[in-house]
């Protein structure tokens, strides 16, 4: 069988399996944004591959001298200005869209990203948990309140919550930063529930949310890949779409949307 038809006869399944399911689940990973030109982090041509994995004590760092922090984060130095330009400059692609139309069929319940580029919101998907933060959004680490980016003005730095007085920061979740309780909570809640769960675009090799495809196993639900590589997960899952999450997950949805209709 070539690899086309294998690929045809593994979204038929798919959508198959998501057609009948009662509750789905996205997991998307830095995959799912290449398409968009944000560079993943790991395998060929990920930001750690070339630059190297980066200091896991970063939230310890921040705690260290939140000042200099944020005058660094301000100024748009140090190792991660690839990433934010990228980040800056990207729009959704049709993977994002094709996400959002499976919600808007009902086919779709939540999707739990790992990505900080808002770039699901921008498709118009609603039912999202950002479980690394946002960048566009800041956060209290105190009383973890939230505010878009562009109505926080930054007056002083570190910023202070005017809320509780507490020290905000970015959204985005630093390595060695614990998840914030709310977004791991509904990560949790969403899991329990699933019964298919979409990996798409992820290694697999990150907790806690590596995690989450492990325990929808274990409760007796249904796994599938949608990556163009091997991934630590890929043996637990049922279905495999061995392919580019912004080629597939449109074939997915149309096949997907047909099948409801029928
Ligand atoms: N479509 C689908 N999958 C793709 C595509 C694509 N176009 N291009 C690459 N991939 C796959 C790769 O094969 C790889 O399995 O996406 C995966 C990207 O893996 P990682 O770079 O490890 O990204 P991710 O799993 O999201 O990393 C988890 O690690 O560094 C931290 O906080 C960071 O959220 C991130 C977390």
Known sequence: MTSEEQLEEAIEA????????NHVVALVGAGHSVESGIPPFRGPGGLWTKFGEPDMLGYQNFMRDPKKWWEETLSGTGAMRELLDALSQAKPNPGH?????????????????????????EAGSTAI???????????????????????????????????????????????????????????????RMCDCMLLVGTSGV?????????????????????NPNETALTTLCDIILRALAGTSLPLLVERVRQLAAA
């Not at 798919?14 to 399911?21: E, G, I, K, W």
Request: aromatic share 6%.
């Open 97 to 121: 869209y094709a996400l959002a139309e499976l919600e808007q069929m009902g086919q779709l319940q939540h999707i739990i990203t790992q990505n900080i580029d808002n770039l699901h919101q």
């Open 129 to 191: 948990t950002e479980i690394h933060g946002s960048r566009v959004k800041l956060r209290c680490i105190a009383c973890n309140t939230r505010w878009p980016l562009d109505e926080f003005p930054i007056e002083e730095v570190p910023p202070k919550c005017p809320q509780c007085g507490g020290m905000v920061k970015s959204d985005t979740v630093l390595f060695g930063e614990p998840i914030p309780h709310d977004a791991l909570s509904e990560c949790i809640r969403q899991t």
């Open 14 to 21: 798919a959508a198959r399996l998501v057609v009948a399911s």
């Open 206 to 226: 990150v907790y806690p949310a590596a995690g989450f495809p492990q325990d929808v196993k274990m409760a007796g639900g249904r796994l599938i890949e949608i």
